[in-house]
């Protein structure tokens, strides 16, 4: 079996936080889906689990950081290319999110745009050019 990642969020409004993450590409698992919870499955081995805050305290041993104010992670995605990083970037914006907090970053071999969802949890969509990349170690 892979390794698998589980990203847990703390969440204000199931619904909306649903929608807004099958908008940029999750596919949801109805099987772990609730009231109070929301598995969005971003690839084989990555799943969002989205829980109200309610839900998430109870997993938690200290506050629940309001993301709009705080940063505690940035959740970096990769991308196939630099039109999938402006398409989930142009995805979270029209779905209720905020694109480009900071200026998109071009470096000829990466490609990088930043996104928050609406409870202001941060993302960074990215594209590298491996090959470019390795050559520069040259």
């Known amino acids: 079996m892979p390794k698998m990642i589980f990203i847990n969020l703390p969440v204000r409004d199931i619904a909306a936080s ?3 993450y099958e908008a940029i590409g999750c ?3 109805e099987q772990f889906s609730d009231d109070k919870a929301s598995s969005l499955v971003w690839s084989d081995t990555i799943t969002f689990q989205l829980l109200t ?3 998430f305290a109870t997993f ?3 506050p629940i950081a309001n993301a709009h104010e705080t940063v505690g992670m940035l959740i970096a995605l990769s991308c196939d ?3 999938d990083v402006d398409s989930i970037t142009k995805a979270a ?3 209720g999110g905020k694109a480009d907090i900071r200026e998109p970053q071009d470096m000829g071999f990466m490609y ?4 928050e969802d609406p409870d202001g949890h941060v993302f960074e969509p ?3 050019d491996m090959a470019a990349a390795a050559s520069m170690g040259e």
Not at 112 to 115: D, K, P, S
């Open 18 to 20: 649903t929608r807004f």
């Open 27 to 29: 596919k949801k698992n």
């Open 53 to 55: 805050q309610d839900y």
């Open 60 to 62: 938690a041993t200290k």
């Open 81 to 83: 290319s630099r039109e």
């Open 93 to 95: 914006a029209a779905a």
């Open 112 to 115: 990088l745009r930043t996104f």
């Open 126 to 128: 990215a594209w590298t």
